[in-house]
C-alpha cells in the first residue's frame, strides 16, 4: 500500500476557523474542508476529502456511489441516521465523539436528537484508497503512521517529528503531519487522527 501523499515536512498548522465556509445547497447546515486529495487522473474529483460541517436541522444526506463515509460527532447531543426508503433507524449516534462508518450511496437523512451538531466526516473513494478514523483520548501516545491529517476536537496534541523536533497543536488546530513519529494527548484532550493509503 502507498503512503498519503502529503505537501511538505513540517508543515504550518491551520485554525478551523480559518477555514471558509460553505452552505449546504438545501441550506440546513454548512461545511468547512480541512483536506482532498485528488483522485488520480481527475483533479476535479477526490480521492480523500475530508471536513467539518455545522447541522443545525434535520436533513437528507446527499448520496456518494462508490464512497465510504465515516462520521462522527464533534459537539452537540447527535443524531439518528434513518434509512430513507423505510424510516428506520440504522445508527444512532449520541454524544461527543461517537462515530460511524457507512456507505455513501445509502439513501440515508439525520434527525438530530436534541439541537445543532457539528461533525467530522471522512469520505474515501473505495476503488483507489483506504481511509480510518482514530480519535485519541486523555493521557496516550500513538504512532503517526499513514496520519494524513491531525485534528484537536480538544485541548492540545503534541506532534513529534522523525528528526526530534516537536509541536504542539492547540485546541480547533489541524495538520497535514508529514514526518510525524508520533502524536501524544494529555489530560482531557481529544485528538482525531485520519490514516489514509492508497489501494494497490
Sequence with gaps: MKAAHLKAAHP??????DVPATRWKNGKGITRELLRI???GNPDDFALRISIANMDCDAGF????GIDRILAIL???GMELIDAPTGAVCHALRGRYSSVAFA????????LLDGPILDFNVMVRRDKATAAVRIIEHSRTVPALNCCLLFVAQGQARITFEDGSALVLEESGFIEPMGAKHITTAGASVAFLVDFCWRE
Excluded: I, K, N, Q
Excluded at 504550518?12 to 476557523?17: F, H, I, K, N
Design 12 to 17: 504550518t498548522p491551520a485554525r478551523l476557523g
Design 38 to 40: 485528488a483522485a488520480p
Design 62 to 65: 446527499s448520496t456518494y456511489p
Design 75 to 77: 459537539r452537540g447531543s
Design 104 to 111: 455513501g450511496e445509502r439513501p440515508l437523512e439525520g434527525r
